[in-house]
């Protein structure tokens, strides 16, 4: 018999695991859905992050997978950004003030991750146009991965060249050191820590095993615009994959008026 590594046995999950994985995204759909209605003129990143974090505490999963990012407006182009003073409102001049959530939770120490990016207001022909190639990158991604690839740094670069031909960015395979374009990996492994192995990464040598829970995460940002990220977690299965994620993602229901 062969010798395996932990993070490889630790990827692939049980039916317990996989269990406590969906619940923990399930109680962050019902959060998303009760935070959408919070949102008004004048709220800050703040108060909306606070309101997940009670939120959380409601539903019984105190425990949360990372700080909540809560992003508007141009804020959203920072990938890591937290949450402070800044308040939402409509752009003065037209289109749709950007808004970012990036949240999840633990139940039984198990995680949940994801990412939905709304407009407040109508959205210009530039934010629609960004914002329907992030969810066309999305679903290439998951073709890729239903169609059997297992080569994480294959479906990464699938997205990758994507993104880099549609949008003009210059080096669309180097990641080091850039703020803008698609300067994240594709996504990564969730478990009982929220960045586990595998990852969708350029340089990655990765298989992703039959059992393994990822992410997908395609994501373009621009300094003086803002960022655009869309993200749910598959099962990857021996054919294919299985989409955790039960939140609509198509561009009408990001808009919010
Ligand atoms: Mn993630």
Redesign the pocket.
Known sequence: MQTKLIHEVRAVKSKKELENIVKAQRIAERVLGDVLKELKDGVTEIEIANFIKKSFVKYGAPILSFPPIVAFGKNTANIHHEPGETKLKKPIRGGATVIMF?F?CTVNHYCS?M?RTYFWGEPNAKQKKIYLGVLKAMELAMNKVGLGEKRAKIIDETVRNFLGKNFGLKRPTLMAKQTEGFPHGL??G?GTV??EWPNFKPKSEDILPVGCVM?I?PGLYFKNFGGIRI?DMILITKNGYKNLTNVSKDVQSAILK
């Open positions: 990036d999840g991750d990412t996504g990564h969730v929220i960045h992410t995460e993200e």
